[in-house]
């Protein structure tokens, strides 16, 4: 066989390695009521929720405990995903800049014991512009001055 037949081969069979490789590392996405089968049938493998914050009546998100003057890295939240089940979520890192104001949250993670163990929060943020015009906030409208 000649040397390039045998590089080829290899790169075949590296791009192969990968590919399985990073099929094994993804998780599907569910609700938290298939979720709670998952975990009480044994299965620990990380899912994706889809949701969005419990908020009251005028708007504010409710059941969001952070206290970063206590502990930085324990944030938790309220989150009620499509089928309308409300979750306790636990995230043991800071809570992410702009996660109130966030359309849709993805959470990655599994449910451990009563809560949902948040290993990665994904955030569609509302978009800046609504009917043609720039929402623009006092600190952008501040720094565009200077």
Known sequence: MKLSHIIGI??????????????????SYVTFGKAMAMAKDGDEDMVHVVGKLKKDASGKAEGVFYQPQLDPNHF?????DND?????????SPKPQDFDRSEQIVVVGAIQGDHFQTNKILLKC???YQDGKLEVTEHEAKTAKL
């Open 10 to 27: 290899i790169v075949i069979a590296v791009a192969i390695g990968i590919v399985i490789t990073s099929y094994g590392d993804s998780s």
């Open 76 to 80: 938790e939240f309220t989150l009620v």
């Open 84 to 92: 309308n089940q409300v979750q306790k979520c636990v995230y043991n």
């Open 126 to 128: 509302p978009s800046k």
